[in-house]
């Protein structure tokens, strides 16, 4: 499979546990890209990585938020202390430059 | 504020009708404009790229056309069939490729057999 992949599809958690997520990317996909949404919603930008380079953050990407994309290649998420309103799908997206973004299947994130 | 916007948000058709789904963005000043389909509780699939410089872009049985002057960016759906039930999100990236994508909500389509 080619495409990308997302790990893991569903992660159900306490509040105030940590919890980390990683995201394949198409391999020769240079630009790695992290989105949110909630019910109802379209997808809301978190972040994005060119290589190995974190290029932007949202103000939706709060300090308990921390992304890495170690030699450019699969990337993490984590939240820390997770509140009630994190919960959402997380996406995941690469695109080669500014090009076309594919994206993943996505992790459901549900905070108790 | 870059906004992108989807009108309706939910619409129900019977099969084989043709039909046309509408974006429209605050900000004439776009890089790209991506059109996805999203099945309930998945990840997006991309169903269309129309760069700043075209017109409209065609796959099987699918036309986007954007309209920069206008703010404006259609989808048309031929022959609508029973698969094609999803949520279709139009995306747009303002001002360079060096900006993440801004989404709309999303118009959830249901085609009726």
């Known amino acids: 499979d080619t495409g990308v992949s997302q790990d893991p599809r569903h992660k159900i958690t306490k509040r105030g546990q940590n919890v980390t997520f990683r995201c394949d990317p198409i391999?020769?996909?240079?630009?790695l890209y992290w989105y949110r949404q909630t019910l109802g919603q379209g997808p809301e930008f978190l972040t994005y990585f060119q290589n190995e380079a974190q290029l932007e953050k949202s103000r939706l990407l709060s300090d308990r938020f921390s992304a890495e994309r170690p030699k450019g290649s699969f990337s993490t998420l984590e939240i820390q202390r997770t509140e009630q309103g994190d919960s959402a799908m997380y996406l995941c997206?690469?695109?080669?430059?500014?090009?076309?973004?594919?994206f993943g299947p996505g992790t459901r994130l549900t905070v108790l | 504020k870059q906004e992108v916007t989807q009108i309706p948000a939910a619409l129900s058709v019977p099969e084989g009708e043709n039909l046309v789904l509408n974006c429209s963005f605050t900000d004439s000043a776009i890089y790209n404009l991506q059109w996805f389909r999203q099945d309930p509780g998945k990840g997006l699939t991309s169903l269309l790229l129309i760069q700043s410089s075209q017109r409209e872009q065609t796959s099987g049985r699918l036309n986007a056309s954007l309209d920069k002057s206008s703010g404006r960016s259609t989808l048309y759906i031929a022959a609508s069939q029973p698969g094609d039930s999803a949520t279709y999100l139009c995306?747009?990236?303002?001002?360079?490729?060096?900006?993440?994508?801004?989404f709309g909500k999303g118009t959830r389509l249901s085609v009726i057999a």
């Open positions: 997206a690469s695109s080669p430059s500014a090009g076309e973004q594919f």
């Open positions: 995306a747009v990236r303002f001002n360079s490729g060096n900006t993440p994508l801004v």
């Open positions: 391999s020769e996909h240079n630009r």
